[in-house]
């Protein structure tokens, strides 16, 4: 019922909607006593005292009321229609803003497959509790009141005979509203899970192509599918078994409603009429019973998708987002003390890190696979936290600075290039939204990009493709690269940035980087000896530890890890003398 109650809060966003929908069905609702009414006075009033000329007048009422509640029920679709539409968009839009504000190591646990399935399945599913499931549910509870208004008005005797069987009918309903919901639970987790991996398929395709996976890929495809499909039964089976025992009950409400007016009307307790308005009623008083079966399966169904919604929304906020300090000014000035970082239950990945860099200073992150440099520039960007010491910007705590102020001072040029699926301009935008096109390609250029970007037919309107798969690697990562430049930012992050260019674009790039490092603090990671030899101070981690530190001469002329590092990486560096 919580769950419910939160869902319909979210029609107080249409309120004049909401109640004018409410409204029709109420008066389409009250129009469902004209059939029973008007079959009663044709038994009872046209044919029991033979007036031929009530007929038109008697008939023409009835087709006109019925007229009318048809149009209403047109009008009442249409905008329920026109509701969901609205809600399905305003809580889609509420969820995908409330995914960009949680932190990184969220997305570390969840899958894209599975947060793509709550968005775009589990909103419209619970959408459909306030549309169909409120709306059908109220408009049900009205009829079963009114009609039952109107047969005890008529006959209180053979309304409690013809109501003999609700009871039984609302206890097996309840009892199977309740079983259903861990099994509906069930079923659109391993729909969750067939979509992560139906994501994960599509985007490593290639990887299942390169080692010739493929049986094996649709053998896990198939089980998820089998999986999906048995969940589903599991519900089925339950359903198969009691809306047709629910039938049986009902129908056999109308033998004995039947048996008794026919008894009471041999006794001259009843009317002709009477019973035949009440079998006629009948159906009305059991049509919303014949509704029990979809309406619980979208309130089950709802319900679950609605928990599974609410709990990215109750998720916490990712802290310090847009709150915290934002200093006037960015000098540069960064300082490490004893910082340490560890994820879950995992060995430090930072150990006890004490490092000052002065502003402008360009530092060389150097060392084996796993030895934390990609997390020190993650710190950095705040998308994890230090579990132990601190950080310190221009003398300010990182800890207490707005994370939106502090990365729009920083560039970020990854190991792997992502590119979005839109032109190329909108790419570059992200780094200045107002940047011209003469700044855009002066950006390129700096890049060593302008040449392939203006030999394709649609220039800067070129759409990237998914994760910019029209192009190369090396030109992903210029186009970059670019982007970098263009947001000309005072702190500068290149994690393997020249990793996927050949000798001679690296060497056209690496001028611009440097050109780009200029007056700025740079932080560098780098297996190739001439990015990393060029840098003011060159530190090496080993298991999350500064093991050392100082120039490229200073540190080979001491002959300690670093030597050793660059004798075994850096052997097949083409250009040692960069």
């Known amino acids: 019922m919580a769950t419910l109650a939160r869902i319909l809060r979210h029609t107080v966003r249409f309120p004049a909607q909401s109640l004018l929908s409410l409204l029709m069905a109420v008066l389409c609702t009250a129009l469902v006593l004209v059939l029973p009414g008007i079959t009663m006075r044709f038994i009872d009033d046209i044919i029991a005292k033979n007036r031929p000329d009530l007929i038109l007048s008697t008939a023409a009422l009835g087709i006109g009321a019925i007229f009318v509640r048809q149009l209403l029920f047109t009008l009442r679709t249409y905008l329920n229609n026109s509701l969901e539409l609205k809600l399905t968009h305003l809580i889609r839009v509420e969820l995908y803003d409330k995914l960009q504000r949680l932190p990184v190591k969220w997305f570390d646990s969840n899958s894209s497959g599975e947060i793509m399935s709550r968005v775009a399945d589990d909103v419209p599913a619970m959408d459909r509790v306030i549309i169909e499931g409120v709306d059908q549910a109220i408009?049900?509870?009205?009829?079963?009141?009114?009609?039952?208004?109107?047969?005890?008005?008529?006959?209180?005797?053979?309304?409690?005979v013809t109501l003999i069987p609700l009871p039984v009918i609302g206890l097996i309903t309840t009892w199977w509203a309740r079983r259903s919901e861990p099994l509906w639970r069930a079923s659109s987790e391993a729909s969750s899970a067939l979509n992560a991996i139906l994501h994960d398929n599509l985007s490593g395709i290639r990887q299942i192509k390169a080692y010739?996976?493929?049986?094996?890929?649709l053998e896990t495809f198939d089980k998820a599918s089998r999986e999906v499909g048995e969940r589903h039964m599991t519900v089925m089976r339950g359903q198969a078994v009691v809306w047709p025992g629910v039938s049986l009950i009902a129908e056999s409400g109308i033998i004995l409603m039947v048996a008794f007016g026919a008894w009471w009307t041999l006794q001259g307790n009843l009317s002709p009429g009477i019973v035949i308005a009440f079998l006629v009623a009948w159906g009305f008083l059991f049509d919303p019973i014949s509704r029990i079966n979809p309406l619980t399966q979208t309130f089950t169904r709802g319900s679950v998708s609605a928990k599974r919604i609410f709990a990215i929304i109750d998720t916490p906020d990712e802290s310090h987002l847009t709150e915290g300090d934002r200093p006037a000014g960015f000098c540069g000035h960064l300082r490490f003390e004893n910082v340490s970082f560890t994820y879950a239950d995992q060995a430090p990945v930072i150990n006890g890190l004490t490092l000052e860099v002065q502003p402008g200073e360009?530092?060389?992150l150097v060392g084996?696979?796993?030895?934390?440099?990609?997390?020190?520039?993650?710190?950095?960007t705040r998308f994890y936290e230090p579990t132990a010491g601190r950080i310190l910007i221009d003398g300010v705590p990182l800890a207490g600075v707005s994370k939106e102020w502090l990365r729009d001072q920083l560039g970020y040029v990854t190991q792997e290039s992502f590119l979005f699926n839109t032109s190329l301009r909108e790419n570059l935008l992200l780094a200045k939204h107002d940047a011209s096109d003469q700044e855009l390609w002066s950006a390129l250029e700096a890049a060593n990009a302008a040449a392939f970007v203006r030999a394709t037919p649609e220039g800067l309107d070129t759409l990237a493709g998914?994760?910019?798969?029209?192009?190369s690697g090396g030109e992903k990562q210029r186009l970059s690269i670019a982007r970098a430049l263009l947001k000309n930012p005072p702190l500068l992050l290149l994690d393997?940035?020249?990793?996927?260019?050949?000798?001679?674009?690296?060497?056209?790039?690496?001028?611009?980087?440097?050109?780009?490092?200029s007056d700025r603090t740079c932080f560098v990671i780098a297996h190739r000896l001439s990015t990393v030899q060029?840098?003011?101070r060159i530190c090496v981690l080993h298991h999350g530890k500064l093991i050392e530190q100082g120039t490229h001469a200073d540190l080979l002329a001491h002959g300690g890890a670093y030597a050793r590092l660059c004798e075994a990486t850096f052997a097949n560096d083409p250009r040692p003398d960069a």
Not at 139 to 160: D, E, F, K, N, R
Not at 466 to 471: A, D, I, V, Y
Not at 506 to 511: H, N, P, S
């Open 139 to 160: 408009a049900a509870v009205l009829q079963l009141v009114i009609i039952i208004g109107y047969m005890l008005y008529h006959s209180w005797q053979l309304t409690l």
């Open 212 to 217: 010739t996976v493929e049986p094996k890929a």
């Open 362 to 364: 360009t530092i060389a």
């Open 368 to 380: 084996a696979t796993g030895a934390g440099k990609s997390t020190v520039l993650n710190l950095l």
């Open 466 to 471: 998914e994760r910019g798969s029209r192009f």
């Open 496 to 517: 393997e940035a020249t990793s996927a260019l050949d000798n001679t674009t690296e060497r056209l790039v690496q001028q611009a980087l440097e050109n780009l490092r």
């Open 534 to 536: 060029k840098a003011d």
